[in-house]
């Protein structure tokens, strides 16, 4: 249980500082169809009780990327606040 609970700490963490790194940016694409980005993180996991499911998106247009994170907590839709309750509760 405890090699499962360092796991998803450091999925949590490593979402947060994805998070940390994209919220703000605005940036274009390539023009070619081989240059887009497009990528989707997903995952669940169960802390206190409760059941949580954290979707991390970044999509391309063709003049530019947009990035999102999606956090539901017993199917309610959060913002990151609860991702970053849950690394400073689990314990190291």
Known sequence: MKIRVKNTR???????????????S????????????????NFKFKFNKDSYEIIQECNSSAKNVYYSLSVYV????KDIRCLKKIVWNIKK
Do not use: C, Q
């Open 26 to 41: 605005y940036f274009w694409s390539g023009n070619n169809k081989s240059d887009r980005l497009n990528w989707k993180n």
């Open 10 to 24: 450091a999925k949590v963490k490593k979402v947060i500082d994805t998070h940390k790194e994209f919220k703000n």
């Open 74 to 77: 017993n199917n309610v839709k």
